[in-house]
């Protein structure tokens, strides 16, 4: 392989992998939107770096082997040192709504992880320009590398360190500045400094630089400022990064939803965070189910209260509270179903005996596997369901989830569940309480629209709901509820001081007695949903409480346009935390986005001496812009539609990704033999690829989700299999306009290179951006119509173009 | 200067709470609030926006809370001048200095040893002799003062110690707020009556009526 192909390939995968260790570095030390955010706005370096080129081409183009080699170097050096630095900017997410001082530090993050991201792009940039010759082949490398890179990532941090695998990349980067350094008239000075990197970096760095510094206001920070805490173990994974603590002297009792009535009290728990916050628990347990006493006392055990050892599916199984829960109150069989490996191997590995060989059980059956998925191939219908409350209150309560996907709270999903229930089995899920209440409406809303559509006549026979001060209850009832069930419930709640919040003809005065609201929120809300004007009941609540769906997984998002003047006007009053962060984060990311892309890049692209005609640019800037956008709608759609058939977000994200780059890639390297044999017969390539795109794609859309249902059950690997098979014809067509346009501006307007690939670097990340805000808004299929738009208003344009002989 | 215009906000605002039918702040807790060195409980580095209606770092991953709060809290366990309070979270002990100046005596505890140590040199060096601190574990509370008139517990906490509810006197109330550093969802304000029931009450801070109007 040429030297250029192999660092092209390598800086390639070191960006991509960077920018996925990245935000999984920045979700630890900060908040995972918050991370999001910076990673956008730092990825414009791809686009900033046409600008440079732009600016500097015709000094750059004669040099071009040795700055390739130094922005590889400079790429692999600010890797580790913008990581360094960006640590020490003292952003406080938390306080941003308080301290305007914090938007200043932001937008010094912004900047210090900008760099690297501008070195990489420089060097891929720089190939585009000075190699015009080999476009394509230049363009399937880059796309092959990063599809490597993406898949690499994923594994490489089953097995290293965040840390450690910071150091790696920057190897990798490295390696890429010495096969280009080496064919460079510079070879000496640059091997030298190279090496003096490679030792620095692997010997010479203080460990103490490369430590990640947690925000002191998540979990973990704080739980360690308790006297004789003390971190047990902590391992890492793309999962999450996992720490266990004990605290002996002031012992953690997790014990959501308990009874004020409570004779009992939590035994002794180690506390494990993710990624430093988000508590769950492993609970000491000795095979005495009578030191639980607490678990008859919670919300959670009504289910138990209804029904006779039953056969439970707990999903979301963590660290075990939930299979103590269901071990106390009587169940007969448990099915555990737990995603993250790490943490069943906490429970069944370091700490079984601590756990009590909980899994062991002979009752108990443990599967690390995905909720969803699970369910979906399971053959078993259960007594009950029981959907783990696997969110942390202060996680659930400030609104920071709203950009993340969540399959376990759809219409679909419950249906699903349901359909596993046997007769007279229930479906529960407890969640946190807040006020006014969102998420625990928005269930019932999401429930009562399953029932509905599989002909449930009245739903609202099926529904109980109990809460305390800050859990709520919910079941589903396979069937409707008796006499004897309702009294049951009654009595639970009276016995334990919860109150009803809804069951079959529960009379309004009954609805707030021990734990009072200003009004029956739940009771009143349920009724709604229930009645003739439910829609009008949704349209006019403050917050988003839509059902959520397959298309539209946004369970967390209750963000309203129309409320948030009001909420703004309570900020000094107390209610801040009524304002509905992620929403508004994504909306200032697209917002930030834009104003940098025309102050970093089209602005100074603009004072560019430009020697095309006028229009040309327009048009052509315009093209890159349109497949910018459209390539990231298709590719984060699919993913999305990928990660339910793969049933995990990891495998889908090193599948599907790294299937579109690499296919895209394949498209790339052929679609130079596309454009010569076709523009022979006067049409244009980029339309034809356009067509199987759009065909492909809608194809896609009628036919993958009675495929992906029939097709569930498979094995992991033949699914796998399948997908990268699916994606790849869409990948190929998708890999061909870029180095199409690309090679035709080459040929007629080599100034402008530099310009498409700012262009397109600029749009890539508005389009993950406005992606995921169409989909929270409209649903991902919208945004594939949407992006097959765009890739036919960029064939409209080439044809223009070639029809006027411009290209 | 600065303390009266804070004191003059937080008013406002509670003016506009009356209004609104929210609870209104009680004078004497305004007094308090007025009378407080908030800057004297904040590190150096925020002292100049001790008087801002929010909340401050005080270091150690912790936060004094809102004045709008930290009245509001006050106000609801309706304090009297013969009151004996637990306060379960020192902190910088501000909360601790606003109920000294209301009741007869406050007990807290903090489980940070550096903001206990801190928290009771301070106090007793502004000479508030009727708060008295301790470091420990919260959730058992105080027994050797108890039964309290008042209860308030300014740490997170997933459900309500048991022992804390045993040491509040009959018809004796706790207050705890429910939220993330630096954002308060809602006040749970809990009542135990004459009869050891237990009564919660969810006071939101802000009067937010979820629904708009009918169209």
């Known amino acids: ?807 | 200067m600065a303390r009266a215009a804070m004191v003059d906000e937080v008013h406002f605002y509670a003016t506009l709470a009356r209004d609104t039918g929210e609870a209104a702040l009680d004078e004497d807790v305004m007094q308090s609030l007025g009378t407080v060195e908030r800057h004297e409980f904040v590190p150096a580095r925020e002292r100049r926006f001790a008087y801002e209606n929010r909340p401050l770092r005080i270091g150690h991953g912790q936060t004094i809370s809102q004045p709008y709060i930290v009245a509001l809290m006050t106000d609801l366990i309706e304090p009297d001048r013969d009151f004996v309070v637990l306060e379960i979270g020192t902190g910088s002990g501000y909360q601790a200095a606003i109920l000294a100046k209301l009741v007869t005596h406050v007990y807290s505890i903090e489980i940070i040893e550096a903001l206990a140590d801190e928290a009771a040199a301070r106090l007793a060096r502004l000479g508030y002799d009727n708060v008295t601190t301790k470091l420990g574990d919260g959730y058992h509370g105080w027994e050797e003062h108890a039964p309290y008139d008042a209860i308030v517990v300014t740490a997170a906490a997933s459900h309500v110690p048991p022992p804390l509810i045993r040491q509040l006197k009959p018809g004796g109330r706790m207050i705890i707020p429910v939220g993330g550093r630096f954002m308060t969802q809602q006040l749970l304000l809990l009542e135990k009556t004459d009869d050891d029931e237990v009564i919660t009450r969810q006071i939101a801070a802000v009067r937010f009526v979820p629904l708009t109007r009918e169209r």
Not at chain 1, 45 to 57: E, K, L, M, N, P
Not at chain 1, 59 to 64: K, Q, Y
Not at chain 1, 211 to 228: D, F, H, P, T, W
Not at chain 1, 243 to 248: D, K, M, N, R
């Open chain 1, 1 to 807: 392989m040429r030297p250029l192909f192999l660092a092209t390939l390598l800086i390639s995968a070191a960006a991509i992998a960077y920018e996925i260790l990245l935000m999984r570095m920045l979700s630890i030390v900060q908040w995972h939107h918050f991370a999001y955010m910076i990673i956008s706005l730092a990825l414009l370096g791809y686009g900033a770096s046409g600008t440079f080129i732009a600016i500097g081409r015709r000094w750059l183009e004669p040099r071009f082997e040795v700055f390739f080699s130094l922005s590889a170097l400079l790429f692999s050096v600010t890797m580790v040192a913008c990581f360094v630095l960006g640590q020490r900017v003292p952003f406080n997410a938390l306080e941003i709504v308080w301290n305007p001082r914090q938007f200043l530090y932001l937008a010094a993050t912004y900047l210090v992880f900008f760099v690297p991201f501008f070195f990489a792009a420089c060097c891929i940039g720089l190939a585009f320009t000075c190699r015009r010759s080999r476009i394509s082949r230049i363009y399937f490398f880059d796309l092959l590398g990063a599809g490597l890179g993406a898949m690499m990532i994923v594994g490489v941090l089953f097995l290293l360190s965040p840390q450690d695998t910071l150091i790696m990349l920057s190897v990798v980067a490295l390696l890429a500045s010495a096969s280009m350094g080496l064919t460079s008239n510079a070879r000496k000075p640059l091997l030298a400094v190279q090496l003096v990197c490679l030792v620095a970096l692997l010997f010479g760095l203080p460990k103490s630089w490369l430590e990640m510094r947690i925000s002191e206001y998540k979990g973990l920070n704080q739980a360690m400022q308790v006297v004789g805490s003390n971190v047990l173990t902590v391992s890492s994974s793309p999962l999450g990064l996992l720490t266990v603590v004990e605290s002996p002297r002031i012992p953690f009792r997790y014990a959501p939803g308990l009874s004020f009535n409570t004779g009992f009290e939590p035994p002794e728990q180690l506390a494990i965070f993710t990624d430093g916050d988000s508590m769950s628990v492993i609970t000491r347990f000795d095979g005495n189910l009578d030191a639980l006493g607490y678990m008859g006392d919670v919300t959670a055990a009504l289910p138990y209260a209804l029904l006779d050892a039953p056969h439970v599916l707990i999903l979301g199984a963590g660290g075990g509270a939930d299979v103590l829960l269901a071990l106390y109150n009587g169940a007969g069989k448990i099915d555990a179903v737990e995603l993250n490996p790490q943490i069943t191997n906490l429970v069944t590995g370091t700490f079984a005996g601590f756990a009590g060989h909980l899994y062991d059980d002979e009752r108990v059956t443990l599967h690390t596997q995905e909720a969803r998925g699970f369910v979906a191939r399971s053959k078993n219908r259960y007594d009950l369901i029981q959907v783990a409350l696997l969110d942390s209150f202060a996680a659930s309560g400030s609104g920071v989830q709203a950009l993340n996907e969540s399959y376990l709270y759809t219409v679909e999903a419950i249906q699903e569940y349901l359909r596993h229930t046997a007769a007279g089995g229930m479906l529960a899920v407890t969640r946190w309480l807040k006020l006014p209440p969102r998420d625990n409406l928005k269930l019932v809303a999401t429930v009562l629209k399953a029932l509905r559509e599989t002909g449930v006549a009245d739903p609202g026979r099926r529904l109980a709901m109990i809460r305390s001060w800050n859990t709520s209850t919910l079941l589903v009832k396979q069937g409707e509820f008796s006499l004897d069930d309702i009294a049951v419930i009654k009595e639970f709640a009276r016995s334990h001081s919860f109150d009803t919040a809804f069951y079959p003809a529960m009379p309004a005065h009954a609805a707030n007695r021990f734990n009072l609201l200003d009004q029956p929120y739940l009771y009143d809300g349920i009724t709604a949903l229930l009645g003739e004007n439910a829609d009008d009941f949704v349209a006019r609540y403050k917050f988003h409480i839509t059902p959520a769906t397959d298309d539209k997984p946004y369970f967390f998002h209750f963000f309203k346009w129309s409320a948030l003047p009001e909420v703004m006007a309570l900020r000094k009053r107390g209610g801040a935390s009524l304002i509905e962060w992620s929403y508004l984060i994504l909306i200032a990311t697209i917002a930030q986005a834009a104003v940098a892309g025309v102050i970093l890049i089209l602005l100074p692209l603009s004072r560019v001496k430009r020697s095309w005609p006028a229009g040309a640019g327009t048009r052509m800037g315009g093209y890159f812009f349109l497949l910018g956008l459209a390539f990231l709608f298709v590719e984060m759609a699919f993913i999305q539609k990928f990660i339910l058939f793969l049933s995990h977000p990891l495998y889908a994200i090193a599948v599907v990704l790294s299937g579109f780059l690499m296919f895209a890639g394949f498209g790339s390297a052929y679609s130079g033999r596309l454009a010569r044999r076709v523009e022979q017969t006067g049409r244009s390539p980029v339309s034809i690829a356009v067509a199987g795109i759009s065909a492909i794609a809608l194809l896609y859309m009628a036919l993958l989700p009675m495929l992906f249902q029939q097709l569930m059950g498979l094995a992991d690997g033949i699914k796998m299999a399948l997908s990268v098979f699916l994606i790849a014809p869409l990948a190929f067509c998708m890999g061909m306009p870029f180095p199409i346009g690309l090679n035709r501006v080459a040929d007629r307007l080599p100034d402008f290179i530099p310009w498409a690939w700012g262009i397109n670097g600029f749009a890539s990340v508005m389009g993950a951006s406005l992606a995921t805000l169409l989909a929270i808004e409209f649903g991902f299929t919208v945004v594939v119509l949407f992006a097959l738009g765009l890739y036919a208003a960029a064939a409209v344009i080439m044809r223009h173009q070639l029809a006027q002989g411009r290209l």
